[in-house]
């Protein structure tokens, strides 16, 4: 089915869930079970991604808890080639566009999440996304999901930094502010380098940066 357009049959949905018991990998059509919307508490009525939970056609329940309680969130709209959110989100692609929601965007220096969230790099936007660090997420630990790390830090590549293990997969570090002169990255021959190309910057991002070792 299409998430996009919602073409399911009447007093159904198109929803990602997981065709092995892992991750969203795929989509299918499923009962309309409730009629939660965006924000609103919700319940999925299995563990794992299934996709069977009582939000409203058009939403999906998210950062959902060993109780099985999260909260509604918007499912994009338009189409995978020009994703629309009806309300104030940022649509955030993952999983091969198997999933498509709209998340609440954010500002990565000032961390301004609601709820404890992690505002991260999501595609070329800031976007709150629930904290998946634990006891782990601490500067120069290992991760391998970009909601790994503590608020402030971010996952980046383990040659960011030569306190990072060069095996892991990713290594969290913080994120810098470049008109602030006063900073000072904690690795050895770090520097505060933009996290965007020369002159791609967004302008409400053009100060967001990285600790990372120079090129």
């Known amino acids: 089915c299409d998430l996009f357009t919602q073409n399911c049959p009447e007093g159904e949905k198109c929803a990602p869930y997981s065709a092995d018991g892992g991750n969203w990998n795929a989509r299918k059509c499923v ?16 563990r794992g991604a299934s996709g069977l939970d009582d939000c409203a056609k058009g939403a999906m329940c998210w950062e959902v808890d060993l109780e099985k309680l999260g909260h509604c969130v918007e499912v994009c ?23 498509a929601i709209c998340l609440s965007p954010c500002d990565p220096l000032g961390q301004d999440c609601p709820g404890g969230d992690l505002c991260i790099f999501v595609g070329d936007s800031f976007m709150c996304v629930v904290d998946a660090s ?19 830090l971010v996952c980046l590549a383990p040659d960011s930094a030569a306190e990072c293990d060069p095996n892991a997969t990713g290594c969290c570090l913080p994120f810098c502010d470049l008109s602030d002169p006063a900073f000072v990255c904690p690795g ?17 991002f053009k100060n967001v940066g990285t600790c990372a070792v120079p090129a």
């Open 77 to 99: 709209s338009g189409s995978e080639e020009m994703p629309e959110c009806k309300n104030d989100g940022l649509c955030a692609v993952s999983g091969g566009s198997v999933l």
């Open 188 to 204: 050895v021959g770090q520097a505060c380098v933009s996290l965007y190309e020369e002159g791609m910057a967004p302008e409400t």
């Open 134 to 152: 634990g006891d782990e997420g601490q500067a120069f630990d290992p991760c391998e999901f970009a909601n790994a790390c503590d608020h402030g």
């Open 31 to 46: 009962p309309v079970m409730g009629d939660g919307q965006p924000g609103d508490p919700c319940m999925a009525l299995v």
